[in-house]
């Protein structure tokens, strides 16, 4: 069964760092983007960045300069690098890969920036 598996949640203090990778398994149709969105208690899914094949990145305005997202399209892996955390950056993210056929999404991981 096809699936993205993501990894790299957990609890930091506001200020710090957390890496988000995911991997996507058993899709056989080639992946055009990547990305990762998230979503806060109360809030809709939102985007925080994505890639395409040929690396062309899509930030929210609200992680400019803090969030960096890179792809190996050779290993269909996207990973969230996250410094300088915010409280408001607390949600479960959610790994995206979207194909010619199907867009396909992990189950998230949760990020809580918290001191």
């Known amino acids: 069964q096809a699936q993205l598996v993501e990894s790299g949640g957990g609890l930091v203090q506001p200020g710090g760092s957390l890496r988000l990778s995911c991997a996507a398994s058993?899709?056989?149709?080639?992946?055009?983007?990547m990305g990762w969105y998230r979503q806060a208690p109360g809030k809709e899914r939102e985007l925080v960045a994505k890639?395409?094949?040929?690396?062309?990145?899509n930030y929210a305005d609200s992680v400019k300069g803090r969030f960096t997202i890179s792809r190996d399209n050779a290993k269909n892996t996207v990973t969230l690098q996250m410094n300088s955390l915010k409280p408001e950056d607390t949600a479960v993210y959610y790994c995206?890969?979207?194909?010619?056929?199907?867009?396909?999404w992990g189950k998230g991981t949760l990020v809580t920036v918290s001191s």
């Open positions: 058993r899709i056989i149709f080639s992946i055009n983007t």
């Open positions: 995206n890969a979207v194909t010619s056929i199907m867009d396909y």
């Open positions: 890639i395409t094949r040929g690396d062309s990145t």
